[in-house]
């Protein structure tokens, strides 16, 4: 595997790659992998002849009051695991090659950014998709793999590259979550004892809402009023939002049809989690089929 931490070194990398016209399949991430990421990996390992992983904590998508500084780190696991998955490419800029002194161009992608997390971490998403249009052209990727679990930052994403006109297939894959449901993500390891079991609730509300849809129920003020009671009875959870929206704008909706987005961000203890799922009204009623939850009836 090579490690590059240099921008220019890695564009010079990647103008070579493209001349062998080979296809660069890339996954972005902030380190401190997890089995997500891996299956990421492991998709871009399948698809495509050279991958590219860039570990980035990006400072300017986190908030003032945010983790940035803590969010966790493990550069020496990270490299190890990337190499037992066959990266062929480990790119890890600094901050101050990323963003220097006098940085001052961003981009940001309007309407789908206002609600659900846009609204709650403001510039959340101007950050996520600035970095992204550096990494994409410092590494000229063919195709872009994404979790579903950020199912707002996917929307936002593949709003960019259409609307930019970017030459990359982007690739989203199912949540992968904990035996107890609870969607993988780095900051889980905030998360211990009684906080990390309330954590799985999170999930279990998403599996409600589908069985409400499924048994018919289509008021979505009634479906996130369950929800919300539902995870109002962990003393440790304050909710941030709980959203049910189609999924073209991401507007919220009053009536459950068709294919639905219901998402969930709530405070554990002091870790802001979320999760999602996108329900097809029609399918449930038909064959009982939820994309990417965990359920007892397990019928994914
Ligand atoms: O999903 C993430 O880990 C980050 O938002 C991303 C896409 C790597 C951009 O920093």
């Known amino acids: 595997m090579k490690i590059i931490d240099k921008i220019d070194k890695m564009k010079t990398h990647a103008r070579i790659i493209k001349k062998g016209n080979k296809l660069l399949g890339f996954v972005p991430t902030m380190g401190y992998l997890h089995e997500g990421h891996l299956s990421l990996i492991r998709a871009a390992r399948k698809q495509s002849d050279v991958?590219?992983?860039?570990?980035?904590?990006?400072?300017?998508q986190f908030g003032q009051n945010e983790d940035y500084k803590k969010y966790p780190r493990d550069m020496q696991r990270d490299e190890e695991l990337l190499k037992n998955y066959g990266v062929d490419i480990l790119f890890y800029p600094e901050k101050k090659d990323m963003y220097p002194a006098d940085f001052s161009?961003?981009?940001n992608v309007e309407k789908l950014t206002d609600g659900l997390c846009?609204?709650?971490?403001?510039?959340?998403f101007r950050g996520v998709t600035t970095v992204l249009v550096k990494l994409f052209e410092i590494i000229k990727p063919d195709i872009a793999y994404f979790g579903q679990k950020d199912a707002q930052q996917?929307?936002?994403?593949?709003?960019?590259?259409?609307?930019?006109?970017?030459?990359?297939?982007?690739k989203i894959l199912p949540?992968?979550?904990?035996a107890d449901g609870l969607a993988m993500s780095s900051r889980n390891t905030y998360l211990t004892g009684t906080l990390r079991k309330d954590a799985g609730l999170l999930n279990r509300s998403l599996i409600l809402a589908a069985d409400l849809v499924r048994s018919g129920e289509k008021d979505a003020k009634k479906i996130i009023k369950s929800i919300k009671d539902f995870l109002l009875a962990s003393p440790n959870i304050k909710i941030d939002y709980i959203a049910i929206t189609d999924t073209k704008e991401l507007?919220?909706?009053?009536?459950?049809?068709g294919e639905t987005l219901v998402a969930v961000s709530a405070f554990v203890g002091k870790t802001r989690l979320i999760d999602n799922v996108i329900i097809n009204e029609k399918k449930a009623q038909e064959n009982w089929k939820y994309?990417?939850?965990l359920s007892g009836r397990q019928a994914v």
């Open 291 to 293: 994309d990417g939850l």
């Open 251 to 257: 507007r919220d909706i009053a009536v459950v049809r």
């Open 154 to 170: 996917a929307f936002v994403i593949k709003k960019m590259i259409k609307d930019l006109n970017m030459d990359i297939t982007m």
């Open 118 to 124: 846009g609204k709650s971490r403001v510039g959340h």
């Open 175 to 178: 949540t992968v979550r904990e």
């Open 51 to 60: 991958v590219t992983v860039s570990i980035f904590v990006n400072p300017i």
């Open 105 to 107: 161009t961003y981009v």
